[in-house]
């Protein structure tokens, strides 16, 4: 459908219901300012208006919740003697991740900086902060858990043991990249 069809429908539907002609079209109320991107404002105009949305109908959005904008991939490997976890953190340097284990869950936690200068015009990679929770099942020996930050994926290996670890456990991320 084109624009000047979809207006024509718009005007009649209008017309349907109020008996009224459509009134003119006025200036734009909220233009969008000339030092921001197109995009990211509209996206952030869309992001308020969901917020909005959410409180109104008495729904807690994500950030609300506490989660993160974005998850990275991740691969579940199990073995006869260990579960290996690849989480996919290109670009997030060593001193930006943290895991811990806790009561059968293993949380990742990460930070990838954004992009420095510059408008972005086109954007698929994710920035900023992230929350993984994983639930893992029985028999995970945390007190021997390992981690490791190879080639942009934090390798971690949990091997098999009786049962969940009591408390909360840090894992220490060894980066191997140069």
């Given at each position: ?82 579960w290996r976890i690849e989480v ?91």
């Amino acid at each position: 459908m084109q624009v000047e069809q979809a207006l024509d429908e718009v005007g009649r539907l209008y017309r349907s219901i109020t008996g009224a002609e459509l009134p003119e079209p006025r200036e734009t109320a909220h233009p969008i300012p000339q030092d921001r991107d197109p995009a990211d404002y509209v996206q952030s105009q869309l992001n308020t208006l969901f917020q909005a949305g959410c409180t109104l109908f008495g729904y807690r959005s994500q950030a609300q919740l506490g989660q993160s904008g974005w998850t990275p991939r991740v691969n579940a490997v199990e073995s006869a003697r260990e579960w290996r976890i690849e989480v996919e953190v290109s670009g997030i340097p060593a001193t930006e991740l943290a895991a811990q284990l806790s009561a059968g869950v293993l949380t990742v936690r990460g930070r990838r900086p954004q992009t420095d200068g510059g408008a972005v015009r086109h954007c698929e990679i994710p920035s900023g902060a992230f929350i993984l929770r994983l639930p893992l099942p029985p028999g995970v020996d945390g007190s021997r858990s390992q981690a490791q930050l190879r080639d942009g994926l934090l390798i971690m290996r949990l091997p098999k043991g009786d049962g969940y670890a009591e408390g909360e456990r840090a894992i220490g991320i060894e980066s191997t990249n140069k």
